[in-house]
T-cell receptor, first 111, second 113 residues
Framework: KNEVEQSPQNLTAQEGEFITINCSYSVGISALHWLQQHPGGGIVSLFMLSSGKKKHGRLIATINIQEKHSSLHITASHPRDSAVYICAVSTPHFGNEKLTFGTGTRLTIIP | NAGVTQTPKFQVLKTGQSMTLQCAQDMNHNSMYWYRQDPGMGLRLIYYSASEGTTDKGEVPNGYNVSRLNKREFSLRLESAAPSQTSVYFC????????????FGQGTRLTVV
């Protein structure tokens, strides 16, 4: 079993729909990261959170430390939101931190 | 505001050839990383450097070497490329310590034939 599991693996939705991507992890963490990767492009950090909830524009990330679970929500989805969304967790590693990544959720928003 | 810059963006190698992937960051970060991304798998750490002058193996270091040339630059070398090294490679950097954001380069798509 992977330390970081994401669901769904693929998600197709109509423009305007509310999107939820889930991430579960099995280890104690320092923080959880949500990243975005556009086709052929680099990886961009969206959120880093260790408790509660963060919001940036139409994106909202929540984390439940007790349940070892995080969700990424997109409100009023738009075709430009089409990308792979990656969940990663930070764990302590010899005075630094190690990132362990999920396999990503491929999101496609249809106009 | 360049952030993390990787070169080249694409490369095709023949089995047995060597090459070096270059990475530079302009954010004065201590920590730098090389990951590979393969279909159906999460990014996996090849090597990392916690500070200038130090490097350590990650999860999948076999077949690779690295050099932390200075604080800005962290290169990844394939001495004798193999088809199993066909992948997308990402360089990243971050501040030292806990709960720090990672910044990624644009990736290098490497094909070994």
């Amino acid at each position: 079993k992977n330390e970081v599991e994401q669901s769904p693996q693929n998600l197709t939705a109509q423009e305007g729909e509310f999107i939820t991507i889930n991430c579960s992890y099995s280890v104690g963490i320092s923080a959880l990261h949500w990243l975005q990767q556009h086709p052929g492009g680099g990886i961009v950090s969206l959120f880093m959170l260790s408790s509660g909830k963060k919001k940036h524009g139409r994106l909202i990330a929540t984390i439940n430390i007790q349940e070892k679970h995080s969700s990424l929500h997109i409100t009023a989805s738009h075709p430009r939101d089409s990308a792979v969304y990656i969940c990663a967790v930070s764990t302590p590693h010899f005075g630094n931190e190690k990132l362990t990544f999920g396999t990503g959720t491929r999101l496609t928003i249809i106009p | 505001n360049a952030g993390v810059t990787q070169t080249p963006k694409f490369q095709v190698l023949k089995t047995g050839q060597s090459m070096t992937l270059q990475c530079a960051q302009d954010m004065n970060h201590n920590s730098m990383y090389w990951y590979r991304q393969d279909p159906g798998m999460g990014l996996r750490l090849i090597y990392y450097s916690a500070s200038e002058g130090t490097t350590d193996k990650g999860e999948v270091p076999n077949g690779y070497n690295v050099s932390r040339l200075n604080k800005r630059e962290f290169s990844l070398r394939l001495e004798s490329a193999a088809p199993s090294q066909t992948s997308v490679y990402f360089c990243a950097s971050s501040e030292s310590g806990r709960n720090t954001e990672a910044f990624f380069g644009q990736g290098t798509r490497l094909t070994v034939v």
